[in-house]
């Protein structure tokens, strides 16, 4: 049975993500009847999918500098090509993390003695990402927003301050030779079940001490495509509710981070149905608590809505991904079946998958 779940758990999550997407339709579907009433601004939306065009490359290049930082012969056309079938294994590949299974196995593949190393740079790739969530975040709480932030959205201010300042931590651990030395390491490293992980982690966190610079380098890109990604949350804003009471835009950059981090830690195909719950719960939010019910339930539609839109640009991104996917097939599958992309090539070895 477990054999089972581990097969086809990829598409098992698909349906999870229908039930949660209906009952999202169903919960506003008087305010969808009214869709066609609405005058779509086009050009917003054009604008926005360049913007997400345009961020998303800035992740691919974020990992082509994690990757060369390890000295690794490895081309920024070959991140491209990988980046754009990881937008596509988000929602059809192997494992929750679909996408960066996809991105470690295929670097790791010519890699006999440094695979979990090279496995390791999607790994740091996925920190830093979630890292810059939390910087943008917590830095559009300073600026000044139309949002009424009420006990709600306090907590969320505060946890995005705790995650920034957890991530200035890990961060100055990664960045840190006096960290990676201790003596405290030695245990951990040694264990039985996920020391050859923590000694993969600390070995490629010190080879990035050698090279500070492509991490910071790739921390700054992380937050600029952010903000590009949350700059087109609110270009779709802008695009479907002409006229009406939307959150401003360092509104946008305060709560819908919030979101997406909720998106990634549902195991749905690409966060679908959680992120479009958050965002719509996040609407309401910001529409502040003196307001009645009805107008509560109209903004957490325009929330919806903002989100399924973000979400066909997203397809749309996962899209182009088929192109590389179909011209690169047979040898994608034979990669993903050699095995894990660790420095052992089995999982059971390493005592925790990768």
């Known amino acids: 049975m477990k054999a089972f779940?581990?097969?086809?758990?990829?598409?098992?999550?698909?349906?999870?993500?229908?039930?949660?997407?209906?009952?999202?339709?169903?919960?506003n579907r008087h305010e969808f009847a009214h869709l066609q009433e609405r005058e779509i601004r086009w050009g917003f939306f054009?604008?926005?999918?360049?913007?997400s065009f345009l961020s998303i490359g800035l992740t691919f290049f974020r990992w082509f500098l994690l990757v060369r930082a390890l000295k690794f012969e490895f081309s920024f056309g070959e991140a491209v090509r990988?980046?754009?079938?990881?937008?596509l294994c988000a929602y059809a590949g192997p494992g929750t993390l679909g996408g960066d299974f996809?991105?470690?196995?295929?670097?790791?593949?010519?890699?006999?003695?440094?695979?979990?190393?090279?496995?390791?740079?999607?790994?740091?790739?996925?920190?830093?990402?979630?890292?810059?969530?939390?910087?943008?975040?917590?830095?559009?709480?300073?600026?000044?927003?139309?949002?009424?932030?009420?006990?709600?959205?306090?907590t969320v201010i505060w946890g995005l301050w705790g995650g920034t300042l957890a991530s200035l931590v890990g961060l100055?651990?990664?960045?840190?030779p006096a960290i990676t030395s201790s003596k405290w390491l030695d245990g951990p490293m040694n264990w039985r079940l996920g020391g050859k992980l923590i000694t993969g982690l600390v070995s490629a966190a010190r080879l990035y001490q050698n090279d500070r610079q492509s991490v910071i380098s790739a921390l700054l890109l992380s937050i600029v495509g952010h903000i590009g990604i949350l700059s087109s949350f609110y270009l779709c804003a802008l695009a479907l509710h002409p006229g009406r009471a939307i959150p401003d835009y360092s509104g946008h950059l305060l709560f819908i981070p919030a979101a997406e981090i909720f998106g990634v830690l549902v195991p749905t195909p690409g966060g679908l149905g959680a992120l479009e719950a958050a965002v719509q719960a996040l609407y309401g939010l910001a529409?502040?608590?003196?307001?009645?019910?009805?107008?509560?339930?109209?903004a957490e539609a325009d929330g919806l809505l903002t989100a399924v839109a973000f979400r066909v640009i997203t397809l749309m991104i996962a899209g182009v991904g088929l192109v590389y996917y179909f011209a690169s097939r047979k040898q994608l599958i034979a990669v993903v079946e050699e095995g894990s992309p660790t420095d052992n090539a089995t999982p059971s070895k390493l005592g925790a998958s990768t």
């Not at 470690?104 to 990402?129: E, P």
């Not at 100055?172 to 840190?176: D, F, G, P, Q």
């Not at 529409?287 to 109209?298: C, L, N, V, Y």
Request: glycine fraction near 8%; charge should be positive; proline fraction near 3%.
């Open 5 to 27: 779940l581990s097969r086809h758990w990829v598409w098992a999550r698909w349906p999870f993500a229908a039930i949660l997407m209906g009952l999202l339709w169903w919960m």
């Open 46 to 51: 054009l604008l926005a999918c360049v913007v």
């Open 82 to 87: 990988l980046g754009f079938l990881g937008q």
């Open 102 to 154: 996809i991105k470690a196995v295929w670097l790791a593949k010519d890699q006999k003695s440094r695979r979990l190393t090279a496995a390791l740079t999607v790994l740091l790739d996925r920190i830093l990402g979630l890292m810059a969530l939390f910087f943008v975040g917590a830095g559009a709480s300073l600026l000044p927003t139309s949002v009424q932030l009420g006990p709600e959205l306090q």
């Open 172 to 176: 100055t651990a990664i960045l840190s």
């Open 287 to 298: 529409a502040g608590t003196e307001i009645s019910a009805d107008a509560r339930q109209a």
